[in-house]
């Protein structure tokens, strides 16, 4: 009786399975780097969201992403956390506002941003991880729904254990939200597309694309999406008094709704239209971090490593999912589906605007088109499958089915290993935390150390008798080495962030790379802190010579 239920609900099995690897994986090192924060963006949302429980103000008074929907997901999340660790205060009759909770005496349970950050973060990363199963669930519906339930498994178990999606699940960012808030859109559409009588699909659609805009502004592209099968549909109408009542409601409601959903995930970006556009204009810098983009060949390859290859899992997906895009071209080209014309749409349009007119690079800019790139994997393993059973002996048919499952679960098993060693790596001591140790019981007193962003936070629990000069984003080479003596600097404490990216570029960073060099070889190492067996950036402690 029991395997009779488990035959009948083995695609069901099958999914919460995959769910649950996938929210186990992620959750894996969630706490990496904590108590210290590394992630500087993270602060941002934190930063927000603590001003909102202690003062209410609901006004992020921030819109550069904007992603104003996942800080009230956070704050509502954090919110109730501080409630559930105060609860004495409730159960005595008293109900008090945020900010008396945040001073309450409960003040030694890790809750008040500024003395812990802990639980702020940890709570604002598993808001992330929780989105990043939603995808994976929104994966397996929109492959189940264009294709069948063996395909949308195998796609979901692709984004599951994409090694990008997997990273950015573990910090505070809008990428994975708005996502989650393009698929919903995206599967209302494609329904819409096979049952256009329907116009609750395409509100809806236009709704939750509303939202991902909201949520990060380059979503805009699941709206194009939206207006061209408005207006494909609009084209084929005949008679003024049906086209009349077709602009009202399958032209002018969903641009009324693209634009309320816009407005609930991101209100006061409306009301403070100034910032809002400072902002938009800020992330519109062409220069940053040393991640502008590059020559046109060599942004795509650039692009096409990092995401396609590496994000996904390795050239074996890669190389699936481009035989999954030739063999729905083909189904396209023969029936004229406007789904899988939607499924080309989306991704290209996207690749082409982050890749093509992109003002930097980031891997995570192109986290939106993984899931759709997990479909063409699971498309083209179930196509592959099902041309093997064309050939003509049994025997054949046996081994060539045998080497695709081999070949598949070889590479999910070797990327499942990856992913679990990595969080498993995640969970141990930063590579900053542990110079930060060394540094405080070593550096003889009243050393003055120059450093840098992205190497240990010396500022946080600082040691008094030390002089520090934090140079943040500026890095130590905002100075030369004559200055430094000038200044009666003893240590230089720098990580190999930018040091060797400026390094891979050689021809771009010239005068970056020569004032590094020119430090090092006016210093002494005396100590190296590698990522060996931590996470972090290897960090290099300097005594300037005198």
Not at 187 to 194: A, E, G, N
Not at 275 to 286: A, P
Not at 413 to 441: H, Q, S
Request: charged letters at 20%; glycine letters at 6%.
């Amino acid at each position: 009786m029991l395997i009779k239920k488990i035959k009948q609900n083995k695609v069901a099995i099958l999914l919460i399975l995959i769910l649950i690897l996938g929210f186990w994986i992620r959750l894996n090192g969630l706490n990496w780097g904590l108590p210290y924060i590394y992630f500087d963006d993270e602060t941002i949302f934190i930063s927000i969201v603590e001003n909102i429980l202690q003062k209410g103000d609901w006004n992020p008074h921030y819109f550069n992403f904007p992603g104003t929907i996942l800080i009230y997901c956070i704050t509502i999340v954090y919110g109730l956390g501080l409630i559930i660790l105060n609860l004495n205060l409730f159960l005595s009759g008293h109900l008090p506002g945020f900010s008396e909770i945040i001073i309450s005496s409960n003040i030694n349970k890790l809750i008040y941003y500024y003395q812990n950050p802990v639980l702020a973060y940890y709570l604002g990363r598993f808001v992330s991880v929780i989105f990043a199963i939603i995808t994976i669930f929104l994966v397996y519906k929109i492959a189940s729904y264009m294709f069948d339930r063996k395909t949308g498994l195998i796609a979901g178990l692709v984004l599951a254990l994409a090694p990008l999606h997997i990273d950015q699940s573990r910090i505070i960012k809008v990428d994975i939200i708005a996502t989650m808030f393009i698929l919903v859109s995206f599967y209302y559409l494609i329904k819409f597309v096979d049952d256009n009588k329907n116009r609750l699909f395409l509100y809806l659609s236009s709704f939750f694309a509303g939202i991902a805009i909201g949520s990060k502004y380059p979503s805009v592209i699941i709206a194009l999406l939206i207006l061209f099968c408005i207006f494909d549909e609009f084209l084929n109408i005949t008679g003024k008094a049906n086209r009349s009542k077709y602009i009202i409601n399958n032209i002018f409601k969903p641009l009324i709704l693209i634009f309320f959903g816009f407005f609930i995930s991101s209100p006061y970006l409306i009301f403070n239209f100034k910032t809002s556009l400072s902002g938009l204009m800020f992330e519109t810098r062409t220069t940053h971090l040393g991640q502008e983009r590059l020559e046109f060949i060599n942004q795509n390859i650039w692009y096409i490593q990092r995401v396609l290859i590496d994000g996904t899992g390795g050239p074996t997906i890669f190389i699936v999912s481009l035989i999954g895009i030739f063999l729905l071209s083909i189904k396209f080209i023969r029936k004229l589906d406007k789904k899988i014309l939607l499924l080309f749409f989306f991704f290209f349009a996207y690749y082409i605007f982050i890749v093509w007119f992109g003002n930097l690079r980031w891997e995570r800019w192109l986290i939106p088109i993984l899931p759709f790139f997990a479909i063409f994997f699971g498309y083209g393993v179930n196509q592959l499958n099902n041309h093997s059973t064309n050939l003509k002996t049994k025997a054949n048919k046996y081994i060539v089915t045998l080497l695709i499952i081999f070949i598949i679960s070889l590479t999910f098993t070797v990327n499942f290993i990856k992913e679990l060693n990595k969080g498993e790596v995640l969970t141990r001591k930063d590579t900053r935390e542990i110079a930060k140790i060394w540094i405080e019981n070593n550096v003889p007193k009243k050393s003055s150390i120059v450093y840098e962003i992205f190497s240990p936070h010396l500022h946080v629990n600082k040691r008094n008798d030390l002089r520090l000069i934090n140079k943040g984003w500026k890095l130590v080479i905002s100075e030369s080495i004559l200055d430094y003596k000038s200044e009666k600097v003893d240590y230089i404490v720098i990580s190999d962030i930018f040091k060797d990216l400026y390094e891979k570029e050689p021809n771009k960073y010239p005068d970056q790379i020569r004032k590094y060099r020119q430090l090092i070889k006016n210093s002494r190492l005396i100590k190296t802190f590698d990522n060996k067996n931590n996470p972090g950036p290897t960090i290099y402690v300097y005594k300037i010579n005198y």
